[in-house]
């Protein structure tokens, strides 16, 4: 039995603690600033408002003026806060970290380091906080296809545990692996933060095509189709480009956790309002004001920056992701959604 | 400008006929004994009745009897029946094909070739029809995500011709490109044909969550997530063991045309409907009394022959294939849908 402080107590923090507690460990669930309507309900052993479910009786629930409390002497910590919140969280938290422990990550996404280049999230949190305080941990990132609610109820979910030391990862999954939650372990860390942090761009995709279909043009499988082939594709030469392994995009990480993020989410429905004709920018505006924060908005504007940053001559050719280029052009620079569609030529 | 004669009158070979018609070839469509309800209307101008939209009136459209005439002075002929249909018809046309000319095939599928092992499609064609009569023939696949419905309406789809030669693939694809029609050329006709006849196997596998979910079940996007990749992963495996190269399924062939599959047609609704509790041997039959062939359930059959065909010590083994072991128990063994699920350990 570990102990293992989760921080952010929305659907993946709460999935996990789920998780966690199933598996006997002593769980510490901790609720961002932002978390005070999601906290207090399971304070009082309500349902969860997210997860629709009572939390297990063993969790330790904290609001988040008990951050201090919530961390001491944990074993591992859990970072289930989305990518807006990783930054304040480990500017309040990194003094409290435990030594030692693993961070296990399911924040994705890409953030300007103090250079103002875009990098991983867990290069930016390391470079900006736990390094400078002199609290660098293992970081294990944890990709693949989760939905929250199904992962909270059981349903038989794969994911991948990325560490850049394999036993790190190896440890984790061994505290967390049940029945109905499969890990494959790999030390393709790089890799696997590419596909989690794409795969919310790219994504969006398919509901572009929803969302033409929904405004009257005839069905287009082929196309979907096609682009999710293609994202498979840049993705995994993207997350080479970044250090990591094509692999790595082949499996659950990549083609795995784009299926569920494609077939249902926050991201797909994105897609779908701007495909019906919807400004994209309103769109995210409009979603996040109602709690929906949509991460393929921010990711599709970062990953065209990461490209820009990395695109050169013997270096990757933007003519290599045309689909990411559609897709910013579409989401950024306001072209017409039917046209680029019609127009894009996918290399396999 | 080319001859073309495309072998079956049916969705895909009605639907190439109106692209090569759109390029400006000339274009003759032979309906077999059984496709003579969508010749004569075909014939008389009137819609297809499977495509739902008029051919391009420079289609010369013959029924079956047409065969020899069909066939004369042809530069390239498309196979474009099914895997049932495709013995008999090869069985009829091999004398009248013309010299040369490369056969495309979007037949897909396994066989039993003289010797009564399973093999691909082209090998056996070639085995049991061409080469004995002296009449080999180049042979292009075309594979990926395409459905007939919407490549005859101009939707962007994107496919793949592979052919031992590559130049052959090549010259069969400068032919039919267009603008909505995008073509990738590959010399890996093993990978390809794997990718074909095993993509509509784990179709339903998709269809099997969604008939659990109508029948009561909860949601289950991660475990269909799962299941996608993990087919992709087993779908690249079994290609290399046949020659071919695991990159063609992780591209357009595989991942495309899984996708597309997965998400609509008939072998996703036959898992549903096995799913929802039907006897899987009576759904099938069901849907094959009303013109509805599913193809993936007897490519789950040959494919698991074909497996145990080829697994052996220091060759395939059979524990790397746990998606289809359980597919084949469910539809072939009479297992329990949801228990065999709910059991499911993928192996990334």
């Known amino acids: 039995m570990a102990k293992l402080t989760i921080l952010g107590a929305g659907y993946m923090g709460s999935a996990l603690a789920v998780v966690a507690a199933g598996r006997g460990h002593q769980v510490r669930l901790w609720g961002t600033w932002l978390d005070d309507e999601l906290v207090g309900p399971a304070m009082r052993g309500e349902p969860h408002p997210r997860l629709k479910m009572e939390l297990p009786a063993g969790i330790e629930i904290f609001s988040s003026e008990g951050l201090a409390a919530a961390l001491a002497g944990a074993e591992a910590v859990v970072c289930a806060v989305n990518s807006d919140g990783v930054e304040p969280v480990f500017e309040r938290a990194t003094e409290h970290l435990p030594p030692g422990g693993p961070i296990l990550s399911v924040t994705k996404g890409f953030l300007p380091d103090s250079g103002g280049r875009i990098r991983r999230v867990s290069e930016v949190v390391r470079e900006r906080f736990l390094l400078p305080a002199g609290r660098d941990r293992p970081w294990v990132a944890i990709a693949g296809p989760c939905k929250a609610m199904e992962v909270a109820r059981g349903v038989p979910t794969a994911v991948v545990y990325a560490a850049a030391d394999l036993a790190v990862a190896e440890s984790c999954a061994r505290w967390l692996e049940d029945d109905h939650y499969t890990i494959t372990r790999t030390d393709d860390l790089a890799g696997a933060e590419a596909c989690s942090a794409f795969k919310n761009a790219y994504a969006t995709a398919s509901g572009l095509c929803d969302g033409l279909q929904l405004a009257g043009h005839p069905e287009m499988y082929n196309t979907k189709a096609m682009m999710f082939a293609q994202a498979i594709a840049e993705i995994a030469r993207m997350g080479a480009a970044l250090g990591g392994r094509p692999a790595t995009a082949y499996g659950q990480a990549g083609v795995g956790d784009l299926h569920v993020t494609a077939a249902a989410g926050r991201n797909r429905t994105y897609g779908e309002r701007v495909g019906r004709g919807e400004v994209p920018g309103e769109a995210a505006e409009a979603m996040r004001a109602v709690g929906e924060l949509t991460e393929g908005y921010p990711a599709l504007r970062t990953g065209w920056l ?27 620079e306001g072209a017409d959604v039917a046209r680029i569609l019609a127009g894009l030529r996918m290399r396999d």
């Open 306 to 332: 990461l490209l820009s940053q990395m695109a050169g001559p013997g270096e990757l050719d933007m003519a290599d992701f045309p689909l990411l280029a559609a897709l910013h052009e579409v989401v950024y």
